[in-house]
Nanobody, 123 residues
C-alpha cells in the first residue's frame, strides 16, 4: 500500500475553507480507494469521505454538500476540499487507502495510519 502523507490543515474561521492533501504513490491511486477520516479528542476515528479507484465519491451525511473529494493522478494526490467549515469540524484528519471501497467506507482499514493533519475551526 505504501505511505500516505496528509497535509494542509490549519486554523480557519467558521465559514472558511481549507484543502487537505493526501499524497502517495501512483500505484495507490490507480488501484486503491482512498478515504478521509477524522478523529475528535477522546473519540474513535470516523469516516468523512472517500473516492473509489474508479473516481466515484461518497460522503458522510455530516459533510455532504460542504466537502468535496478530488484527485490529481499526475501528482499522485487526493484532496479534501472543505467549505463552510464549522467549529464541530475541528479534528485531526487522516487519509488511508484499501483495495476495497467497502472497507474504506466502513473505516476497517487494517494498515498503518499516518500522523494526520490538524484542522481547527475557531473565531
Amino acid at each position: 500500500q505504501g505511505q500516505l502523507v496528509e497535509s494542509g490543515g490549519g486554523l480557519v474561521q467558521p465559514g472558511g475553507s481549507l484543502r487537505l492533501s493526501c499524497a502517495g504513490s501512483a500505484s495507490i491511486f490507480s488501484r486503491y480507494a482512498v478515504g478521509w477520516y477524522r478523529q475528535f479528542p477522546d473519540k474513535p476515528r470516523e469516516y468523512v469521505a472517500s473516492m473509489s479507484s474508479g473516481g466515484i465519491t461518497n460522503y458522510a451525511e455530516s459533510v455532504k454538500g460542504r466537502f468535496t473529494v478530488s484527485r490529481d493522478t499526475a501528482k499522485h494526490t487526493v484532496y479534501l476540499q472543505m467549505n463552510s467549515l464549522k467549529p464541530e469540524d475541528t479534528a485531526v484528519y487522516y487519509c488511508n487507502a484499501d483495495r476495497s471501497w467497502s472497507t474504506v467506507k466502513a473505516g476497517r482499514i487494517a494498515g498503518p495510519w499516518g500522523q494526520g493533519t490538524q484542522v481547527t475551526v475557531s473565531s
